[in-house]
């Protein structure tokens, strides 16, 4: 909870940063905003997203809960974030992905979100409208 931290985005249901541990493990945190859940539902949900195991997502390592707070804790992933995988960055001497490894990433990503909205009887969704980076 006291790690540096780096925003990489904002969406539907929190802040999501880049986090350095005390032991310079590098990890994700999505911090959740205007989650009103009691304890053992948090922890029932977290049960069920930490189950989830599919190529195409993330595995939760780790949570947290607090009245006030409410933490998801992910693997950081180094190979930097779709949009500049997909588009890359102007001025860099990197050839842009051909279309067809862009539909294969499109494809992965899809089945991944399938994937989550079969879980908890299909109860459980991605629903994630964000504004990430």
Do not use: C
């Amino acid at each position: 909870l006291r790690a540096s931290a780096e925003v990489l985005g904002k969406g539907t249901f929190g802040t999501t940063y880049k986090a350095s541990l005390e032991d310079s493990t590098i990890v994700v945190v999505k911090r959740l905003k205007e989650v009103s859940v009691g304890k053992r539902d948090f922890e029932q949900l977290m049960e069920v997203v930490g189950n989830i195991r599919h190529e195409n997502v993330a595995a939760l390592r780790a949570y947290y809960y607090s009245k006030d707070e409410k933490l998801m804790v992910y693997d950081h992933f180094s190979r930097g974030n779709l949009s500049t995988l997909l588009h890359g960055k102007r001025g860099e001497n990197r050839a842009p992905l051909d279309w067809e490894t862009r539909l294969k990433i499109v494809i992965g990503a899809a089945r991944g979100i399938a994937h989550i909205h079969t879980q908890n009887g299909g109860k459980l969704v991605h629903g994630n409208r964000s504004e990430e980076r």
